[in-house]
Structures are given as C-alpha cells and as structure tokens.
C-alpha cells in the first residue's frame, strides 16, 4: 500500500502539535498569559498556520477539551448503556477508568488550567460546564438512580452522592498536578488504593452497624 507523501503526513499531524505546544505552554504560563504566536513558535510553525486551524486562542482550547475530556465521557456513557451488571462495580471500574486516562497526563492538566482560569474567562468557563461538568454529573447520576431504581441503592439524595464520587476525584487530580511534583508531598498510597476506599467509604460507611436513616 502508498504511504501518503511526508508533507502530507506532516500537515495531519499539525492540529494535535498546535494541540500538544498549547497545553505545554498553558502549563508554563498560564491560558491568559500565553500568546498565540508562542504557541506557533513551539510547534514550529507561523502564525498565520495556527489561525487556520484554530481561527482564535479559545477555540485552540476547546478543541483541546473535546480531544483530551469529551471523548472519554462519549466512551464512560457508551459503557454505561451496555452494562448489565451491578451499578457498584460500574462505578468503580469508571472511577479506575477516569484516573487512567484523563486524572494524570494531559487531559488532567486540561482540569487543572480551567479550573485555575474559570473566573477570568466566563464564555471558556460556560463551554466547560457544558462540555465536561454536566455530561459527566448527568451520567454519574443516571447510574445513582439505575442502582435505587434496581433496589440495589437505598434511597438517597442523587446530587449530593454524585458530588461525593467526583470530589475525591478532583482532588487527587490538582494534587497529582501541583503539590505531588515534590517529594515531601506526595501521597504514598496509589491511585487505586484510594479509588478503592473512597468507593468502599460511599458504598458502606465508617460505621460498622451504619443506621438506616
């Protein structure tokens, strides 16, 4: 089979160098601080080459939002249809699932850069809501009401169980990208060794006979 020509396979590659130099210097600097043409320097290219890809700076981040978080939401939630078994398991494999593959790496420094910058940027601030935080409380919450419906759950206040699951969550996710980068602060127990407990807390309580309330 012909392999397509070098610049070819160069010029498809573009958008995800633009992508990666971006988040390299939203690491750096910071979204507000890092101008577009430093982002072109970085993926060695002219300006004029990023605008046609990404006509603006926040349309550069959207796209990286939708490449690194959308996508794994689109797969948790086609799991999630398909599964037949029981809800506390599912839960616990998309919790392993999420830290695996958007908690660490760069779809956590994606998190970490627009919950740094929300306030600053209110239009960025709503696509994320739209794009990430809803979709992914929406189907943590489905799943919550599947287990009640099933009789699996007792009755409990949705919002506030899906809040509790997630939590944790971004917690160790801003832990994993600032304070975890020193030594003296890092947390000697894995990932998911907490993932455990945090499920093992929810699903059973610290108490050893927990009330029926």
């Not at 919950?115 to 709503?126: G, I, W």
Request: charge should be negative; include cysteine; aromatic fraction near 8%.
């Amino acid at each position: 089979m012909a392999t397509a020509p070098v610049r070819q396979r160069r010029k498809d590659a573009r958008p995800q160098e633009l992508l990666d130099a971006a988040l390299a210097l939203f690491v750096e600097k910071g979204f507000a601080a890092t101008r577009s043409e430093e982002i072109a320097s970085r993926a060695g290219v002219a300006k004029g080459t990023l605008y046609r890809y990404y006509p603006s700076k926040d349309e550069l981040f959207k796209a990286m939002v939708r490449d690194n978080l959308s996508v794994h939401i689109a797969e948790s939630a086609a799991l999630a249809a398909q599964y037949e078994g029981a809800i506390a398991d599912l839960l616990r494999q998309m919790m392993r699932d999420w830290w695996a593959k958007v908690g660490h790496g760069n779809a956590g420094v994606v998190c970490k850069v627009m919950m740094v910058e929300a306030r600053n940027f209110p239009e960025l601030a709503r696509f994320y809501v739209d794009e990430v935080i809803q979709p992914s409380q929406a189907l943590i919450g489905s799943l919550v009401e599947r287990g009640i419906r099933t009789g699996e759950f007792r009755p409990v206040s949705v919002e506030a169980t899906v809040h509790m699951l997630i939590a944790p969550m971004l917690h160790m996710l801003l832990h994993e990208h600032s304070f975890g980068a020193f030594d003296s602060c890092s947390i000697t127990m894995g990932p998911e060794e907490l993932l455990d407990a945090q499920m093992a807390l929810l699903l059973h309580g610290l108490l050893a006979d927990a009330p029926r309330t």
